[in-house]
């Protein structure tokens, strides 16, 4: 085998383990979201952000970075992402309304993760910085979107 090859296998590797860690981990600490909601919803979402944020940061792809979460109120969970190899004047904002949020919507529709934040009416808001820091975006999905 040439080293090309190699190096493209571990490559490949590497980025399916990191999405793969990245996952568990995402589908673990909603396990761990649905323990936390039990009486006060403002104070179990910043609870919820709290312990999520204990094990940020998590590399999700090739791609994306969660850096963070964060609640207000009892209404909102905000996602804060890291595009870690894009700045900002390489993002297409047109192709990410018409494409990605989209997905982000169905994916919010039909996860059984995200179960505890449709029946409670959450708004979830995911915010994207280039790899310098430089805000990019925020797709915010309510419930008249998801419901």
């Not at 761990?32 to 009486?39: I, M, R, S």
Request: hydrophobic letters at 35%.
């Amino acid at each position: 085998m040439s080293k090309k090859n190699e190096e493209a296998q571990g490559s490949t590797l590497q980025q399916i383990i990191g999405t793969v860690v990245g996952l568990v981990a995402f589908a673990l600490s909603f396990y761990g979201v649905q323990q936390l909601f039990k009486n006060d919803l403002e104070t179990e979402l910043k609870i919820t952000a709290e312990k999520l944020n204990e094990s940020t940061p998590i590399q999700v792809d090739e791609y994306t970075r969660l850096d963070s979460t964060s609640a207000i109120g009892k209404t909102n969970f905000i996602y804060h992402y890291t595009l870690f190899n894009q700045e900002k004047s390489e993002v297409n904002l047109d192709s990410v309304d018409k494409y990605f949020r989209p997905i982000l919507i169905e994916n919010i529709k039909n996860s059984p993760d995200l179960k505890i934040y449709r029946d409670n009416n959450i708004t979830m808001a995911y915010r994207y910085f280039d790899k310098n820091g430089v805000f990019i975006t925020e797709i915010s999905v309510s419930p008249d979107l998801y419901k």
